[in-house]
């Protein structure tokens, strides 16, 4: 019997951690839970081949390739967590996850247009831009962990990488826009 394979999972599933902030095959199995998808229907939101999607959640691959496809990831636990936090129908999420399905995506920042090619507004736009960015560098759950130990010394930047880096995208969008409203009082 090979003992070798535990092992190598084991390191897979590790790296899969560092990277993502969760194995996937865990991370996955969360997503279709909260969205109601199965495991075909999370492989064709992501972009990804179900024999992929598979060997991912199993632990035989460990990255995902295509930056596209890790942007669709990040959009989708974003919606799953809106959904989750009630911000967001069930029936609303449908729509959204064709619209994830649709985007492109960058190697550097996320789409700024919606699947039908529509320019996002301002605000969601720059919003959606800032959380590609931060979650390029670290997952949801790095960033509210980075912002707890800030909270105490730094409490701007500690509510900042909450707000825009690991809660619901709306509550982002309508705290720019908050600030965005409060600075062109202040200038006008």
Sequence with gaps: MDTSQPDATTRVQDMQRTWYGEPLGVLFRRLTESLGLNQARLAGVLGLSAPM???????QRAKIGNPAVVQRLQALQELASEVSGGAVSPADAVP????????????LLGTTQSATGTPLPPARRVV?????????????????????????????????????????????????????????????
């Design 128 to 188: 959606h831009e800032v959380r590609a960015l931060l979650h390029e560098i670290a997952s949801p759950a790095e960033i509210a962990e980075a912002a707890g130990s800030l909270a105490h010394r730094h409490p701007q930047l500690a509510e900042f990488l909450r707000v825009y880096g690991a809660g619901p995208s709306d509550a982002a969008v309508r705290d720019y826009e908050a600030r965005k409203q409060g600075a062109d009082a202040h200038h006008g």
């Design 53 to 59: 999607l598979s060997q991912l959640m199993s632990g």
């Design 96 to 107: 959204r996850m064709e619209e994830i399905r649709g985007s492109a995506g960058s190697p």
